[in-house]
């Protein structure tokens, strides 16, 4: 799941939610909202949600992560603050947007540690611009709030 970061001189912040279906983006949005997470159901097309954080006003497009939707992600890259990976690093409009990597699902014994999916996705080499990779459950919350602030803390270092 991938956060892409774009900062604008008011204090508000575009980030745009992407992912494998599945993935637990609509729950992560959902529970930074402080919303019941009881009923969510696969999204077919997005929703979009504003938080307030460190002085930010957060506004993030969960955008849904089924294949078919996927060709139409680039409609939203436009004025986005924080990012998916590969063909998305190397998306002009994207250029040096800082990524944030959700290493979700975090509660399931069967899931892959942050390390081991940093290592998969090699992170390591991406060099043109600030990256973290954050393990979290949207279902209990734990790691949401960590991956929020370091999206603050990117575009206040941005911004200087």
Same mark, same amino acid.
């Given at each position: 799941m991938f956060l892409t970061l774009k900062s604008t001189p008011d204090q508000e912040v575009r980030i745009l939610l992407l992912g494998l279906d599945n993935g637990g983006k609509t729950t992560l949005l959902k529970q930074l909202a402080s919303e019941d997470i009881s009923h969510i159901t696969p999204t077919q097309g997005f929703n979009i949600k504003s938080v307030q954080s460190q002085g930010f006003k957060l506004n993030v497009w969960d955008i849904g992560g089924q294949r078919k939707i996927r060709p139409y992600w680039r409609n939203y890259f436009e004025n986005t603050d924080v990012l998916e990976l590969a063909e998305l690093l190397d998306e002009e409009k994207l250029s040096g947007v800082p990524v944030l990597i959700f290493a979700n699902k975090q509660d399931l014994l069967t899931a892959a540690p942050a390390?081991? *999916?940093?290592?998969?996705?090699?992170?390591?080499? *991406? #060099?043109? #611009?600030?990256?973290? *990779?954050?393990s979290c459950s949207a279902l209990t919350g734990e790691g949401i709030q960590e991956g929020m602030n370091w999206v603050c803390k990117s575009v206040n270092s941005k911004k200087k």
């Open positions: 390390s081991e *999916i940093a290592e998969g996705l090699n992170l390591h080499t *991406i #060099r043109d #611009r600030m990256w973290q *990779i954050q």
